[in-house]
């Protein structure tokens, strides 16, 4: 069974710039979130989203936002990169039921110069 | 507003001894707790989790954790440390009927030979 793919796993982009990554869920998965982690703030939640819905939101500006496809791939986009958005930005999937736990994408590695 | 304390950033152990990592949570409902290891460059894979059907929960590669309500704990343990086990260690909660994970600050276990 094939994981949580993240494409692509690093990128490095200059400030003002917009990013958008992409995260493929485990077959079956329609639950997917995005998380930031970086070293001084650890992982911090982004969003959720559930059949094209953005179900959860976490306290992030708005140059963060995200999408959900009927196929339930997921991306993000950041638009207007700061040099404090260099990160690592986790994609995870899960099923739709609270008591299971969120499987992880390598993640993709943002660095803004 | 749910939250996981994670104390110690860096724990040291020697190859062999007890791995004691502290995770304590903070819920006004009975929460789904989970713990992570993230490699370097890799994104978080679990260990456990807790959702209410045992107390005591085995994960894999010989950790536990022992869900206390009393003193609102999820300790993560392993009696033998091994030196594949260094990496840093999550705790998260997950609240019923939220698809929000909130991740502790992270420790960082280092094993020494």
């Known amino acids: 069974k094939a994981g949580v793919t993240q494409t692509p796993r690093y990128l490095i982009k200059t400030r003002g710039q917009q990013v958008t990554l992409s995260c493929s869920p485990i077959?079956?998965?329609?639950?997917v979130s995005w998380y930031q982690q970086t070293p001084g703030q650890g992982l911090q939640f982004l969003f959720e989203?559930?059949?094209?819905?953005?179900?959860n939101k976490g306290n992030f500006p708005g140059r963060f936002s995200g999408r959900q496809f009927s196929n339930s791939r997921s991306e993000m986009n950041v638009s207007t990169l700061e040099l404090g958005d260099s990160a690592l930005y986790l994609c995870?999937?899960?099923?739709?039921?609270?008591?299971?736990?969120?499987?992880f994408g390598q993640g993709t590695r943002l660095t803004v110069v | 507003a749910q939250s996981v304390t994670q104390l110690g950033s860096h724990v040291s152990v020697s190859e062999g001894a007890l791995v004691l990592l502290r995770c304590n949570y903070s819920?006004?409902?009975?929460?789904?707790l989970f713990w992570y290891v993230q490699y370097p460059n890799q994104g978080l894979q679990l260990l456990l989790k807790?959702?209410?059907?045992?107390?005591l929960v085995k994960g894999i590669n010989g950790f536990e954790a022992e869900f206390k309500k009393s003193e609102t704990s999820f300790h993560l343990t392993k009696p033998s440390a091994h030196m594949s086990d260094a990496a840093e260690y999550f705790c998260?909660?997950?609240?019923?009927?939220?698809?929000?994970?909130?991740f502790g600050t992270g420790t960082r276990l280092k094993v020494l030979a």
């Open positions: 989203y559930f059949s094209e819905t953005q179900r």
């Open positions: 998260a909660v997950n609240r019923a009927g939220t698809y929000k994970y909130i």
């Open positions: 077959s079956g998965h329609r639950s």
């Open positions: 807790y959702t209410s059907a045992a107390t």
């Open positions: 819920s006004s409902v009975p929460p789904y």
């Open positions: 995870a999937s899960s099923l739709d039921r609270v008591d299971t736990e969120a499987f």
